[in-house]
């Protein structure tokens, strides 16, 4: 099946312009040509959701690319994308966030991350409930992870044709996006300023309550095998 990339980018360049969001193309499974394609187009901001094919992809393509980690991340991988990714999207762990500060720190950089929120029913989603993550972002918590910034939250709805659903699933996470971004207005390493959902089925949704990252893979660069 043929695709139309610059139409595609286009149409959710035209939504960001609308609602002040940025856009994440989430390019995983995809050949780098294509990506390259992307590029030559204005995209700049890449998201991946496995550790080898963002570092392969990193090394090949231009230097200026934005890289998003934006699945689920194993402690033993880290090491291998701090060095270069820009935010970290679904930090689940108080011990990843740890890992991260250590590689971080390991490198001399402040790795930006986004704490991933179990919104969903499904069970086998990632992150953290809103009672954990309070704690995470305590003060005392955040004081030992310098080399770590926490830049908001990260969720993915339910897997549903239910748009109500979802709609009560975005809004919750943005009233706690909200909530955090008060209590945390004096921690010198959280800055609330990000809040990534959003995807190729319901990123309009998410829109309408407050995203400021829409991570977009099939809707740009055609499904997946
Ligand atoms: C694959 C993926 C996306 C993009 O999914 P599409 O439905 O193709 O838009 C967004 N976020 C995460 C975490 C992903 O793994």
């Not at 204005?42 to 090394?59: A, D, I, M, S």
């Not at 934006?70 to 991988?77: E, F, I, P």
Request: with cysteine; net charge negative.
């Amino acid at each position: 099946m043929a695709i139309h990339l610059a139409e595609n980018l286009e149409k959710f360049r035209a939504v960001c312009a609308d609602t002040a969001c940025r856009l994440v193309a989430v390019s995983k499974t995809k050949p780098p040509v294509l990506l390259q394609e992307a590029y030559d187009l204005g995209v700049r901001v890449f998201g991946e959701n496995k550790v080898q094919e963002l570092v392969e992809k990193h090394e090949e393509l231009p230097k200026d690319i934005e890289w998003h980690m934006v699945g689920h991340l194993q402690r033993n991988k880290v090491k291998y994308i701090v060095p270069f990714v820009s935010l970290i999207h679904a930090v689940d762990s108080l011990r990843l966030l740890r890992e991260i500060n250590k590689r971080s720190a390991a490198v001399g950089r402040v790795v930006p991350c986004l704490l991933q929120v179990h919104i969903a029913q499904e069970e086998n989603k990632f992150g953290f409930d809103e009672e954990e993550i309070r704690a995470v972002v305590e003060a005392k918590n955040l004081a030992q992870l310098p080399n770590i910034c926490v830049k908001g939250l990260m969720g993915m709805a339910t897997h549903t044709d239910d748009k109500k659903q979802i709609a009560l699933e975005f809004g919750g996470l943005r009233r706690l996006f909200d909530a955090l971004k008060t209590a945390t207005q004096n921690i010198p390493n959280a800055d609330f300023c990000e809040l990534s959902m959003g995807m190729t089925n319901d990123y309009e949704i998410a829109l309408e309550q407050g995203s400021t990252l829409i991570r977009i893979g099939s809707a740009i660069f055609g499904e997946r095998t």
